[in-house]
């Protein structure tokens, strides 16, 4: 597959040396060993998992033709279909290739983030015609490169719960995790601890860690991923410059309404509407009859 100029100076300019397993593409890439995801989760829920498959690794969703479309780093289920989702989510410069939103939105919208990721799960988990007691458990979870809700806890595990009574769980059958780097030494699960920690820049440690470094280091070495990171990276890029020209046109198009609006008002002839406000004489008369005024 050709790279092209532009490919050649990415390709040269990405440091791959100095990516971590913190970049949402290689940690997606890496889990799909399925020992090492395997036991990330066990690591993670205390819970034993006979088997996991993988329906998709990073899969789209989405819950009806106009919401808003997700894409998820690890989307794995066991054998009882119970469905476990992984992000990998840095912020700001931490974040290679992938460069996130500043720390203080990205932790702003996460806990909203999280909700919408449920509701997307449990839609797409329950086709039509399916009772409600056929919906399995569902654990979104996020390995963050910072503390997401600043308590300094290494571990932060909702579900929902009475106000009246705590000891109340509602059993919806959803858990939320929210796994923070920075208090890795507060964790009391050895091998977790580990893991944060490696997530958090430090040399891995254990023989998990070292598996998963082992495995990250292989993978960024490998051409075709390489190839394939650097085309996806380019196509976000323009992504943004699409959005953003968009927004931009969007932008000068609301001005020039705003423009005839005023001169319609005023009742300025169509001839001089269309000299400044540069819209079509067609959107004019259409803006006008909307104000319930004609043109002349």
């Known amino acids: 597959m050709p790279v092209g100029k532009q490919g050649e100076n990415l390709y040269k300019e990405i440091d791959w040396d100095a990516m971590t397993i913190t970049n949402n593409f290689l940690f997606q890439e890496v889990l799909r060993n399925k020992d090492l995801c395997k036991q990330l989760l066990e690591s993670i829920l205390h819970i034993q998992i006979k088997d996991i498959r993988y329906p998709q690794t990073e899969k789209s969703m989405t819950a009806q033709?106009?919401?808003?479309?997700?894409?998820?780093?690890?989307?794995?289920t066991d054998k009882e279909n119970?469905?476990?989702?992984?992000?990998?989510?840095?912020?700001g410069n931490r974040?290679?290739?992938?460069?996130?939103?500043?720390?203080?939105?990205?932790?702003?919208?996460?806990?909203?983030?999280?909700?919408?990721?449920?509701?997307?799960?449990?839609?797409?988990?329950?086709r039509k015609g399916k009772l409600y007691g056929e919906l399995r458990k569902s654990y979104v979870i996020f390995v963050c490169t910072f503390d997401p809700f600043g308590k300094g806890l290494p571990v932060y595990h909702f579900t929902y719960r009475c106000s009246e009574d705590v000891s109340l769980q509602m059993n919806d059958k959803?858990?939320?995790?929210?796994?923070?780097?920075?208090?890795?030494?507060?964790a009391e699960d050895k091998e977790?601890?580990?893991?944060?920690?490696?997530?958090?820049?430090?040399?891995?440690?254990?023989?998990?860690?070292?598996?998963?470094?082992?495995?990250?280091?292989?993978?960024?070495?490998?051409e075709d991923w390489r190839l394939k990171i650097?085309?996806?990276?380019?196509?976000?890029?323009?992504?943004?410059?699409?959005?953003?020209?968009?927004a931009k046109q969007e932008g000068k198009l609301e001005e020039r309404k705003a423009v005839a609006?005023?001169?319609?008002?005023?009742?300025?002839?169509?001839?001089?509407i269309l000299q400044y406000s540069k819209l079509t004489e067609a959107a004019?008369?259409?803006?006008?009859?909307?104000?319930g005024v004609a043109v002349l």
Do not use: W
């Open 65 to 76: 033709l106009r919401s808003k479309g997700i894409r998820l780093d690890v989307y794995v």
């Open 82 to 91: 119970n469905v476990y989702d992984v992000e990998m989510q840095s912020a």
């Open 95 to 126: 974040s290679v290739l992938y460069r996130d939103m500043d720390e203080e939105t990205v932790i702003k919208e996460l806990p909203l983030r999280v909700r919408y990721y449920q509701s997307i799960i449990s839609t797409n988990m329950l």
């Open 174 to 186: 959803t858990e939320c995790i929210f796994l923070n780097a920075r208090a890795a030494k507060k």
């Open 192 to 222: 977790l601890a580990a893991f944060l920690a490696y997530v958090n820049g430090k040399a891995a440690a254990t023989a998990f860690t070292k598996k998963l470094d082992e495995e990250a280091v292989h993978i960024k070495n490998r």
């Open 230 to 246: 650097m085309t996806l990276d380019m196509e976000i890029e323009m992504m943004k410059r699409r959005t953003a020209e968009k």
């Open 261 to 272: 609006t005023e001169m319609i008002k005023n009742g300025e002839p169509l001839a001089k």
């Open 284 to 291: 004019i008369r259409k803006l006008a009859k909307s104000m």
